[in-house]
């Protein structure tokens, strides 16, 4: 299996060159990757909880959807195993649009007759990553005052899978 190229390579934010139309000739990208985010709405939707603890973004960036997934369920698991089924709400607040691409360039015997070099180089679709801006809500997990440290420890978790620095923020809305 290939292996997926470097973050750094698609790190940057850069313009979202990703038309597609149900007209062939005006669609730039010929197939959408499928998203490997599994949920976003996790916990008990129907409940309404009194704090809210937002993981924010300190960079602008581009981030994998497989590094969203992998917070994700960092995150998930550790609220599920603490708190159970009832106590929390767990939302991802950004959602993978942008399509990544390479030109992928043939090394080796025959690759002459098998690459274009760099004369049409507008690549094939290999992923999908969410734009995030700075300061942007990425996660957010509302639960009440008794699970508050949890649901900090379990966004700290998500944090450390995701390719950028993050800060934490309390709220407390009002219940009725």
Not at 26 to 38: D, Q
């Amino acid at each position: 299996m290939a292996r997926i190229r470097k973050f750094c390579a698609y790190r940057r934010l850069e313009r979202p060159y990703t038309r597609t139309s149900k007209f062939r000739a005006k669609s730039y990208v010929r197939a959408k990757p499928v998203c490997r985010v599994v949920r976003f709405d996790m916990g008990d939707l129907s409940k309404t909880f009194e704090y809210s603890v937002l993981l924010r973004s300190s960079d602008a960036l581009q981030i994998r959807d497989n590094a969203i997934e992998a917070a994700r369920q960092t995150s998930n698991r550790l609220l599920g195993k603490k708190i159970g089924k009832g106590g929390w709400m767990m939302k991802i607040r950004m959602y993978p649009h942008h399509i990544l691409r390479e030109n992928p360039l043939a090394s080796g015997a025959g690759a002459d007759r098998m690459s274009t070099g760099m004369a049409r180089s507008f690549g094939k679709p290999i992923g999908i990553a969410a734009q995030v801006k700075k300061n942007q809500v990425m996660f957010q997990v509302d639960t009440s005052k008794e699970f508050l440290d949890v649901a900090k420890d379990s966004l700290r978790r998500a944090g450390t899978k995701l390719p950028c620095s993050t800060h934490m923020e309390i709220v407390q809305k009002k219940v009725k």
